[in-house]
């Protein structure tokens, strides 16, 4: 895939554009697109479900089917990532995160907040409302805020945003659709039977 300059997230006038690169996965839920710089992750974009997968995630294809000649050192740590997450999740904890490099999470707001909250305190096989998400974040009475934050969060997955529930249990909304949620709630809660944290 082509690559294209975007604006350096933290840049100042005259500083030099980041390049983006884009690849693309084949997963066990479909087509995920991700895109970063040198500097880190900006994106990844999740298809939309129409119907649950079948089979187990560790025997379900997985390949990087566009991309793979110029990923930048974020795209490999954000590939080998998700095919631990999907695959391997035992193998999650020794591998680092990529830097993230999207101007959302380089702000310091309340959304950004919420989203490192998030990624920090909320572990694979757990899950948490999104007031519990907000009390943790620094403020009790911005639930719904919160909300607003999962909707924006531009690294699914691994800003887990699919953990965030409602206070009744019921799962709500997601931006990869609500069977993607199911999928990989019950995925983690599968997996983390099988391994101990």
């Not at 909707?151 to 659709?177: A, D, L, T």
């Given at each position: 895939?082509?690559?294209?300059?975007?604006?350096?997230?933290?840049?100042?006038?005259?500083?030099?554009?980041?390049?983006?690169?884009?690849?693309?996965?084949?997963?066990?839920?479909?087509?995920?697109?991700?895109?970063?710089?040198?500097?880190?992750?900006?994106?990844?974009?999740?298809?939309?479900?129409?119907?649950?997968?079948?089979?187990?995630?560790?025997?379900?294809?997985?390949?990087?089917?566009?991309?793979?000649?110029?990923?930048?050192?974020?795209?490999?740590?954000?590939?080998?990532?998700?095919?631990?997450?999907?695959?391997?999740?035992?193998?999650?904890?020794s591998l680092p995160l990529p830097a993230f490099h999207?101007?959302?999470?380089?702000?310091?707001?309340?959304?950004?907040?919420?989203?490192?909250?998030?990624?920090?305190?909320?572990?694979?096989?757990?899950?948490?409302?999104?007031?519990?998400?907000?009390?943790?974040?620094?403020?009790?009475?911005?639930?719904?805020?919160?909300?607003?934050?999962?909707?924006?969060?531009?690294?699914?997955?691994?800003?887990?945003?699919?953990?965030?529930?409602?206070?009744?249990?019921?799962?709500?909304?997601?931006?990869?659709?609500?069977?993607?949620?199911?999928?990989?709630?019950?995925?983690?809660?599968?997996q983390k039977e099988k391994i101990a944290y």
């Open positions: 895939m082509a690559s294209r300059l975007v604006p350096k997230v933290n840049s100042k006038e005259g500083e030099f554009q980041c390049q983006e690169k884009h690849a693309v996965l084949l997963s066990p839920v479909g087509r995920l697109e991700i895109s970063g710089c040198e500097t880190g992750l900006h994106e990844i974009k999740l298809p939309k479900m129409s119907v649950l997968p079948s089979g187990r995630a560790e025997s379900a294809t997985w390949e990087v089917c566009e991309g793979a000649e110029e990923m930048t050192e974020p795209l490999k740590q954000c590939t080998a990532w998700l095919h631990a997450y999907f695959c391997q999740p035992a193998r999650m904890a999207h101007p959302l999470l380089q702000r310091d707001s309340f959304t950004g907040q919420v989203l490192r909250t998030l990624l920090r305190d909320v572990k694979f096989g757990e899950a948490v409302s999104y007031k519990r998400l907000a009390e943790l974040a620094g403020n009790s009475r911005a639930a719904r805020a919160v909300g607003g934050a999962m909707r924006s969060n531009p690294i699914p997955i691994i800003i887990p945003c699919h953990r965030v529930i409602c206070s009744s249990g019921r799962s709500g909304h997601y931006g990869g659709g609500n069977l993607m949620k199911e999928w990989l709630l019950s995925h983690e809660k599968l």
